[in-house]
């Protein structure tokens, strides 16, 4: 009987121990350089180093001047990879901003202009908890008055969201409908 249990109990360890290693292992995104990133901590959390705004404004600069994802990666470590309806998101927390560069799903750079990739980073998320459907954009104005709203600098700009990232290391992101009015509120980690 001891003999049929110690191969039984052999076997077992090392289907546990197999299957520890295998979770263990880091996949990395197809096209991106870095795994997918821990979606229990928020980006104020995994970006162990917090930048100079400066040091923000620099690392967009070089994405315009032709950098791809790996070059990125190998100047500023990417630390915060996010995987969204779009396709990803890469995120670094300074000072008082956040710098949100979106990539399509083959990894390229889904430009866009300063204002729609650095957002100030706004008080806590509890502040956007008074708000409601229905409510009007100048509510949101209230509570984020530093907030980029491109549908009102802009009167035929389609895009009717804003997205606001907080110093608690949410993203909310808020959608209007066409007399902008809020048509929903979603929170997720930053």
Same mark, same amino acid.
């Given at each position: 009987m001891k003999l049929i249990k110690t191969p039984i109990l052999l076997l077992l360890c090392a289907v546990v121990l197999l299957s520890a290693c295998l979770a263990g292992c880091d996949k990395k995104e197809p096209n991106f350089p870095v795994a997918l990133s821990d979606t229990t901590r928020s980006a104020i959390e995994l970006n162990t180093e917090i930048r100079k705004d400066s040091d923000l404004e620099k690392i967009y600069q070089d994405m315009l001047d032709g950098s791809d994802v790996k070059q990125l990666n190998d100047a500023n470590e990417i630390k915060c990879l996010r995987k969204d309806d779009d396709g990803?998101?890469? @995120?670094?927390?300074g000072n008082t901003r956040a710098?949100?560069?979106?990539? !399509?799903? !083959?990894g390229k750079w889904v430009k866009a202009d300063r204002l729609?990739?650095?957002?100030? @980073?706004?008080p806590t998320r509890g502040k956007f908890d008074k708000l409601k459907v229905g409510d009007p954009v100048s509510a949101v104005q209230t509570v984020d008055p530093t907030c980029f709203f491109p549908f009102l600098v802009d009167s035929s700009s389609t895009d009717l969201t804003t997205d606001h990232y907080t110093e608690d290391g949410y993203h909310t992101r808020i959608t209007y409908d066409g007399d902008f009015n @809020?048509?929903? @509120?979603?929170?997720?980690l930053m």
């Open positions: 990803y998101r890469v @995120i670094y927390t710098l949100v560069l979106r990539f !399509d799903n !083959d729609r990739s650095m957002y100030r @980073i706004t @809020i048509a929903s @509120i979603n929170y997720e």
